[in-house]
């Protein structure tokens, strides 16, 4: 079973996410922040994170920069999530496997996930 972590600040989005993957058969981590993501890659090693962008405290864009930094998360599979069109701008600059828009289409996000997961040896 693949494990997937969900960053989002927003508790219904978490909350949704988590209960669509689950639903397909994933299991699922959730974290309120980029700081908390980074720290339950560290301890979970999860295959995929979806990780918004925009957040408090560290947002997704320099988490994404910590996970990419460290040689032993190099085959961690990442999306990023984005409402804001300067945030997806500076996101396609970004070494994720995709892009999220949202508000997000739940077959789209579903299918991103799959191929992500496709694509890259789980981090086990």
Do not use: C, W
């Not at 301890?43 to 320099?62: H, K, S, T």
């Not at 996970?67 to 945030?87: C, E, F, K, N, Q």
Request: charged share 25%; hydrophobic share 55%; aromatic share 2%.
């Amino acid at each position: 079973m693949h494990r997937v972590l969900v960053v989002d600040d927003d508790a219904a989005i978490r909350g949704l996410l988590g209960e669509v993957l689950r639903d397909e058969g994933y299991e699922v981590l959730e974290a309120a922040d980029g700081a908390e993501g980074v720290a339950l890659v560290r301890a979970r090693r999860p295959d995929l994170v979806i990780m918004d962008l925009r957040m408090p405290l560290m947002n997704g864009i320099e988490a994404i920069k910590a996970l990419r930094a460290d040689p032993a998360l190099a085959g961690l599979a990442i999306l990023a999530m984005s409402a804001g069109t300067v945030l997806r701008a500076e996101a396609t600059q970004l070494p994720v496997n995709g892009l999220i828009d949202k508000p997000f289409d739940l077959d789209a996000l579903l299918a991103h996930v799959a191929l992500s997961l496709n694509q890259l040896s789980p981090l086990r």
